[in-house]
């Protein structure tokens, strides 16, 4: 490698994934660097992932594959449903999870609750390509509150309800919305037919806290599926877990998927089809054996769970 390579400057991004490993990544440029009322925020363009919003230290999504993370979270809870009309987002402050729920021609409205107006003042400002004007859509409401206070508060019911959070970190503002009484306020605000996703941190180093979160829904809902998907910008397979009332995400066939993707959205997706959808919930044989460890108990306010476990 030339020393031309290297990235400008000597600049350099170190992420933390346990107390013990981490990863390095070359800045070519640092957009915004600063601290909000509730969290560090960082929007960089890294040499070889683009642009990037990093929270708290940890980077949220890339212009490289945030198309693979959002299409994961939010199309297999949005497929499983029959006709999603009302959705709820906590969290998602890039937009790019509102910009996947609404190229589904079945919704009606959109509501987005985030706790950080001056993050979302941010990602307008330097990463609009992730929204793709979602922000000025009709159909979508946005309101600046606290996501578990603000369900509490209402009585709205929603067909799908997307925790697009940022991880649980001690003393950071989203641990909360990892527990059974959390999850207990989500399955009373979903529709007789509905469903909740949830990111659910790395299945590689922190795999017990996947376990954990998926061990909690599955205390709450008679149905509960975890899923994963290898991102580049995380260095890890990422977890997922939806849970459901009464739809089964994993007894969808590939036609199934493909079909209601043609129905629904009219055009194919950058990354999710009939084929993902199943590999999506083919987990291995040693994270199917820790999700099912009885020894890890589901999350609560007062025993919540934390990074890294």
């Known amino acids: 490698m030339s020393i031309r390579n290297i990235s400008a400057e000597g600049s350099w991004f170190i992420e933390f994934n346990t107390p013990f490993s981490w990863h390095v990544r070359g800045v070519k440029r640092v957009l915004y ?7 560090r925020v960082a929007v960089v363009e890294f040499e ?33 449903h029959p006709n999603p009309r009302r959705v709820l987002i906590l969290g998602g402050g890039e937009g790019a999870t509102a910009r ?13 609750v985030d706790i950080d107006n001056e993050v979302l003042r941010l990602v307008k400002e330097y990463l609009p390509e ?8 009709s159909r979508f409401k946005l309101v600046i509150d606290d996501g578990r206070k603000f369900l509490e508060r209402s009585r709205d019911k929603y067909d799908v309800i997307i925790l697009d959070l940022t991880d649980p970190l001690e003393g950071g503002p989203s641990y909360l919305l990892y527990t059974v009484e959390f999850y207990s306020i989500v399955r009373d605000r979903l529709s007789d037919d509905g469903l909740m996703v949830t990111q659910a941190t790395s299945t590689s180093y922190s795999l017990r806290t996947f376990a954990t979160i998926y061990r909690t829904i ?23 877990v939806i849970g459901s009332k ?5 007894s969808l066939s590939l036609e199934d998927v493909n079909g209601r993707i043609r129905e629904r959205i009219g055009k194919e997706l950058r990354f999710y089809e009939g084929d993902i959808h199943r590999a999506l919930f083919a987990l291995p044989k040693h994270i199917r054996a820790v999700l099912e460890d009885k020894s890890i108990m589901p999350a609560t306010d007062k025993n919540p769970t934390f990074l890294p476990a």
Do not use: C, N
């Open 33 to 39: 660097s600063g601290t909000t009322k509730y969290q």
């Open 100 to 112: 996947e729920v609404l190229r589904h021609r079945s919704v009606e409205e959109v509501v987005m």
């Open 48 to 80: 070889d992932l683009g642009k990037a919003l990093i929270l708290d230290g940890k980077v949220q999504s890339s212009f490289y594959d945030e198309f693979v993370y959002h299409e994961s979270l939010v199309h297999p809870v949005m497929i499983t």
């Open 246 to 250: 009464r739809l089964d995400p994993a």
């Open 218 to 240: 599955a205390s709450v809902f008679p149905i509960a599926r975890a899923y994963q998907v290898y991102m580049h910008s995380f260095d890890s397979t990422w977890g997922f």
């Open 130 to 137: 992730m929204s793709q004007g979602v922000f000025e859509d």
